[in-house]
């Protein structure tokens, strides 16, 4: 039963990525978050789980779709908590930049975080350096750390940061121990991944994005057997405010979150489909004829499965693309 799901899952990532890649450049965050999620909710219908939303797209009188407390799939089989991001950086996709992707991570009911809409403090690395960070500990000696796990320079260290203002600390001490530095405009969720692939040069992700972003990452490193902590970074008193009502109280907000309170449990999927082309994923590609070629990964903890999936699409013969088209 588990094993068909992961499978099945790419298909509605693919399905989001594929709705709202048309609006690439178009100057349109709205236009291209609407067909995503719209994308991604129709695709999920026919999937037999017993699905939850647990982080999606805010409260039901904010957005009509994918709201949090939303039941997806045919109510049959596996009772599942599912954290989606339709369309994970949606200026990137309205300017034509890289790194957009459509995502989305299950587990069993109860076994994902429901993290309040506000900033997380996030450091993630690959399976080869588990156990040398320490988000409590100085951006250096996490540098230093992941260097003599991975066996590099730390010249030859790549640390991943977002582009902001509140990032500068870190920037400064990755040079000053002599680490090399990657920034990127948004979509952490993609930075943390390429941090758990050798392949893209990215060693660490270090930052402040968002919370609900964070679980989804964490679901991802789960099944990748890569390292992440994390911890509730609220900016304003509305952002308190938000998370004491979600349940952080005092005691609990501003307690270290490792990877198992992030994301728990046996059964954990994920996946990803690139909307436009990134540090891992490759963008949707529409191909002469109404095909379209999209990229994704899709990973399942309980066997450490690993797939990256290139599908061609007809999509005069999809009918939910004919639909949102
Ligand atoms: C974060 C990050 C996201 O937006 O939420 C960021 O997790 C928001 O940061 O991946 P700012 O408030 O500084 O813009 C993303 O980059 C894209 O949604
Ligand atoms: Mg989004
Ligand atoms: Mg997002």
Do not use: W
């Amino acid at each position: 039963m588990g094993r068909n799901l992961a499978l099945e899952l790419v298909r509605v990532t693919e399905t989001a990525a594929l709705a709202s890649a048309r609006y690439m450049g178009r100057g349109d965050k709205n236009g291209a978050d609407g067909a995503a999620v719209e994308g991604m909710r129709l695709a999920f219908q026919s999937i037999d789980i017993d699905g939850e939303v647990v982080i999606g797209e805010g409260e039901l009188d904010e957005a009509p779709m994918l709201y949090i407390g939303e039941k997806l799939g045919t109510g049959k089989g596996m009772e599942t908590d599912i954290a989606v991001d339709p369309l994970e950086g949606t200026s990137l996709i309205a300017k034509g930049l890289p790194n957009s992707i459509a995502v989305l991570a299950m587990a069993e009911k109860g076994c994902l975080l429901k993290a309040p809409d506000t900033y997380m403090k996030k450091i993630v690395v690959g399976p080869e350096a588990k156990g040398a960070i320490d988000i409590t500990d100085t951006v250096a000696n996490n540098i230093l750390k992941v260097s003599k796990a991975l066996d590099k320079r730390v010249s030859e260290v790549t640390i991943m940061v977002q582009d902001r203002e509140r990032h500068q600390y870190i920037i400064d001490e990755a040079r000053a121990v002599g680490a090399r530095i990657k920034v990127f405009s948004d979509g952490d969720i993609a930075a943390a991944l390429a941090a758990c692939f050798e392949e893209t040069g990215v060693d660490i992700f270090m930052g402040i994005g968002g919370a609900p972003e964070g679980v989804i990452t964490a679901a991802a490193v789960k099944c990748l057997g890569g390292d992440m902590q994390g911890c509730l970074n609220p900016l304003s008193q509305e952002e308190i405010n938000r998370c004491k009502e979600m349940g952080f109280d005092e005691e609990k907000l501003y307690k270290i979150l490792l990877l198992d309170d992030l994301a728990k449990g046996e059964e954990i999927f994920f996946a990803a489909t690139g909307i436009t082309s990134g540090d891992l994923l490759k963008g949707v590609v529409y191909l002469k004829g109404d095909k379209a070629k999209t990229h994704s990964i899709v990973m399942r903890s309980k066997t450490g499965t690993v797939r990256f999936v290139e599908a061609y699409h007809r999509l005069d013969k999809n009918s939910i693309m004919t639909n949102l088209m």
